[in-house]
């Protein structure tokens, strides 16, 4: 691939043919596998594979090889608060996924309730419509999905199904605005280039509604950290929206529909549903919950210096340090505790680079003595007032989990 960096002479057609011909080989036969990792869930069962066999991935933890399921390697998120395009996890629904793509014929159609339809290439969208530049945040909707207890059915995600990026392209609504949306226009429904593997299976396609689409945040990227979308997150365009769940983030984009009538796809309709309460929060068995369509993020923080068993010296203060992130707002502060939640102490923040993106924290403890256990809990408040939970969320999908991490180190 031919990195290139954010001066618009650079973003040529010659940068992305720079990626085209990537996709292929390692999607279709068996990847390698190497050295394991544990995730820690609290039942066990967090025994995973790596691999290096993915087209433009580094290291990644395998939760699924077909379509593939690709987890960030825990260690990634402390080498600072942009995630490399090589670790980004990956994450399809079906294993159609193209094996190239033809930039020089690939289109990008908005059709529908629209004055007029357009059918654009990628250089006359690079060209045409203003850039912009946003970090945000892309986490999958049932990312740390493999700490839910009781257990729920999907992918067993450890905390690495999320990414940050920095992402290049143009706004939503200046296309929109190009097209001509006609009154009437309820929603815009999004597809990409893979095909379900299922006969009849249910092509993967999301919607937003009309207002959201164009609110001047949510954009389309061609491009993720100053370089072309790696094939396996999106490759040529990918739809951002910024403090949404990555469900709505369609990749490979290539259909934007503008609806006079409500959505009644699969997809939207009912998959991707999450109890109608705070935080997506019910009793396991609990009836008759209403379920509306998973939308905005919710506040979190990790620990990325220590894991759980470590050992922190007995002599000085330890320093303990990691991410996070507002949701569908900015962070408003980071706070630790030593004493289970009894009292906490703000973090320093570091440098915002947007309100959607990860926001670095750093923290001092005081040692303790020689020989004695101690948990760590981290937990971020948002802009919005929102704060983490002290006990977990619970529902049958596994989505939205928030609550407060807690670490257990030993004093050696
Ligand atoms: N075309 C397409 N876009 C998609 C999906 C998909 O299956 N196909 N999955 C969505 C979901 S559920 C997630 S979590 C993110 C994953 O993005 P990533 O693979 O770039 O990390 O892509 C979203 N966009
Ligand atoms: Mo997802």
């Given at each position: 691939m031919?990195?290139?960096?954010f001066?618009k002479?650079?973003?040529?057609?010659?940068?992305?043919?720079g990626s085209a011909a990537?996709?292929g080989?390692?999607?279709?036969?068996a990847?390698?596998l190497?050295?394991?990792?544990?995730?820690?869930?609290?039942g066990?069962?967090?025994e995973?594979a790596?691999?290096?066999?993915?087209?433009?991935?580094?290291?990644?933890i395998?939760?699924?090889t077909?379509?593939?399921?690709?987890?960030t390697?825990?260690?990634t998120?402390?080498?600072?608060v942009f995630?490399?395009?090589?670790?980004?996890y990956?994450?399809?629904?079906?294993?159609?996924?193209?094996?190239?793509?033809?930039?020089?014929?690939?289109?990008?159609?908005?059709?529908?309730?629209?004055?007029r339809?357009?059918?654009l290439s990628l250089p006359?969208l690079?060209?045409?419509?203003?850039?912009?530049?946003m970090?945000?945040?892309?986490?999958?909707?049932?990312n740390?999905?493999?700490f839910?207890?009781?257990?729920?059915?999907?992918?067993?995600?450890?905390?690495?199904?999320?990414?940050?990026?920095k992402?290049?392209?143009?706004?939503?609504?200046?296309l929109?605005?190009?097209a001509?949306?006609k009154?009437?226009?309820i929603?815009v429904?999004?597809?990409?280039l893979?095909?379900?593997?299922?006969?009849?299976?249910?092509?993967?396609?999301?919607?937003l509604?009309?207002d959201?689409?164009?609110?001047?945040?949510?954009?389309?990227?061609y491009?993720?950290?100053?370089?072309a979308?790696?094939?396996?997150?999106?490759?040529?365009l990918?739809?951002i929206?910024p403090?949404?769940?990555?469900?709505?983030w369609?990749?490979?984009?290539?259909?934007?529909d503008?609806?006079?009538?409500?959505d009644?796809?699969?997809?939207?309709?009912?998959a991707?549903?999450?109890?109608?309460?705070?935080?997506?929060?019910?009793?396991?068995?609990?009836?008759?919950?209403?379920?509306?369509?998973?939308?905005?993020m919710?506040?979190?923080?990790f620990?990325?210096?220590?894991a759980?068993?470590?050992?922190i010296k007995?002599s000085?203060?330890?320093?303990?340090?990691?991410?996070a992130f507002?949701?569908?707002?900015?962070v408003?502060?980071?706070e630790?505790s030593i004493?289970?939640?009894?009292s906490?102490q703000?973090?320093?923040?570091g440098?915002?680079?947007g309100?959607?993106?990860?926001?670095r924290?750093?923290?001092?403890?005081?040692?303790?003595?020689?020989?004695?256990?101690?948990s760590v809990q981290?937990?971020?408040?948002?802009?919005?007032?929102?704060?983490?939970?002290?006990?977990?969320n619970?529902n049958?999908?596994?989505f939205m989990?928030?609550?407060?991490e807690?670490?257990d180190l030993?004093?050696?």
């Open positions: 031919i990195p290139f960096a001066e002479r650079a973003l040529t057609r010659r940068a992305l043919l990537l996709g080989a390692a999607l279709v036969s990847p390698a190497a050295d394991m990792v544990d995730l820690p869930f609290s066990g069962g967090g995973r790596t691999t290096t066999s993915f087209p433009q991935k580094g290291k990644m395998v939760q699924r077909r379509p593939p399921l690709l987890e390697p825990w260690d998120f402390d080498k600072g995630t490399p395009n090589d670790q980004f990956v994450r399809w629904h079906w294993a159609g996924i193209p094996e190239s793509v033809d930039v020089n014929t690939f289109r990008l159609k908005v059709h529908g309730n629209v004055e339809e357009l059918s006359e690079i060209q045409k419509l203003p850039r912009v530049e970090a945000a945040i892309n986490q999958c909707s049932g740390s999905r493999g839910f207890g009781p257990r729920v059915p999907g992918a067993e995600w450890g905390n690495g199904a999320m990414g940050n990026a992402w290049t392209g143009f706004r939503l609504k200046d929109l605005d190009r001509g949306v009154s009437g226009s929603q429904r999004f597809a990409g893979e095909k379900p593997v299922i006969e009849g299976g249910p092509h993967f396609m999301k919607s509604t009309i959201h689409a164009r609110d001047g945040e949510v954009m389309v990227a491009a993720m950290n100053g370089e979308l790696p094939f396996l997150n999106g490759f040529p990918r739809l929206v403090g949404w769940y990555a469900t709505y369609m990749k490979m984009l290539t259909d934007i503008v609806l006079d009538k409500p009644e796809n699969f997809w939207t309709k009912k991707y549903l999450i109890p109608d309460t705070p935080g997506a929060n019910i009793t396991p068995g609990e009836k008759d919950v209403k379920m509306v369509p998973i939308n905005r919710v506040p979190r923080s620990f990325t210096n220590v759980p068993g470590d050992s007995t000085g203060p330890t320093d303990l340090r990691g991410i507002g949701g569908d707002c900015g408003a502060k980071v630790t004493d289970g939640g009894a906490w703000a973090a320093e923040l440098p915002d680079d309100k959607y993106g990860f926001r924290w750093d923290a001092k403890i005081s040692s303790p003595a020689a020989g004695s256990r101690l981290v937990r971020c408040t948002n802009t919005n007032g929102l704060v983490q939970p002290d006990k977990p619970w049958p999908s596994g989990r928030n609550v407060i807690t670490v030993v004093a050696a």
